[in-house]
């Protein structure tokens, strides 16, 4: 099976299983959802939802977030890794809001990635779940499905986006970088699966027998 082929089953597969993927960080605006993004950087999504609900009871907008000041930030996301930089940049990124953008999100990469905290993955997902503008956010998730499925032979994150834009449709990519990411965690897991296990890994290279050494970005 060539690499387009093997793009085009994946895609076909994951959109039996996950046809209509929910985004996994629980927010009710394009604020929140910036911010809890923000928060799992080298977090569970599990975990962020854990925390969120509060501090988005009192924290829900630009001028909510700044009125709490930056130390009770820290306070009620103290159970988030790197909790002392996430505050400080949700603090920032407030103020930057207000002051900037008139207490919206904006809606380009540039003016997204040029706030605190907020990289390309971030800016990637904000676009495509927030605004539903084309983007292909890879976590670590993607970044080892995509070595397992021959689809990327990329180094690091960016190499990886930019080899499953190539072999993707553009209006599946907001979806799939989901489905891909549900797939990983509930089938393919760096656990359970070596390349040779999980149903589509067999179905893509059903001659397999080594498993696939995982090269984390």
């Not at 093997?6 to 910036?34: G, K, M, N, S, W």
């Not at 986006?161 to 760096?190: M, V």
């Not at 589509?200 to 397999?208: G, K, M, S």
Request: glycine residues 6%; contains cysteine; charged residues 25%.
């Amino acid at each position: 099976m060539k690499k387009q082929e093997r793009a085009d089953r994946v895609r076909q597969r994951l959109a039996e299983l996950y046809p209509d993927p929910p985004i996994p960080l629980d927010h009710c605006d394009e604020f929140t959802l910036l911010i809890a993004v923000l928060l799992s950087a080298q977090c569970t999504d599990k975990k962020v939802n854990e925390v969120t609900p509060d501090l988005f009871h009192v924290g829900g907008s630009p001028a909510a977030m700044i009125e709490l000041g930056q130390e009770e930030i820290l306070r009620l996301i103290r159970p988030i890794g790197l909790s002392a930089t996430k505050s400080k940049s949700i603090y920032n990124l407030s103020q930057l809001l207000i002051e900037r953008h008139q207490g919206e999100v904006p809606r380009t990469f540039e003016e997204l990635e040029a706030l605190p905290g907020v990289g390309h993955k971030t800016a990637s997902v904000v676009m495509a779940q927030a605004f539903g503008v084309p983007a292909f956010p890879v976590d670590t998730h993607i970044h080892r499905l995509a070595q397992r499925w021959g689809l990327s032979s990329g180094k690091n994150v960016v190499e990886t986006e930019r080899d499953l834009k190539k072999l993707f449709p553009e209006s599946s990519w907001n979806d799939l970088h989901l489905q891909i990411i549900f797939y990983g965690r509930e089938h393919c897991t760096a656990r359970s699966c070596d390349g040779t296990k999980c149903g589509l890994c067999v179905e893509l290279y059903p001659n397999r027998k080594r498993p696939v050494v995982w090269k984390k970005p």
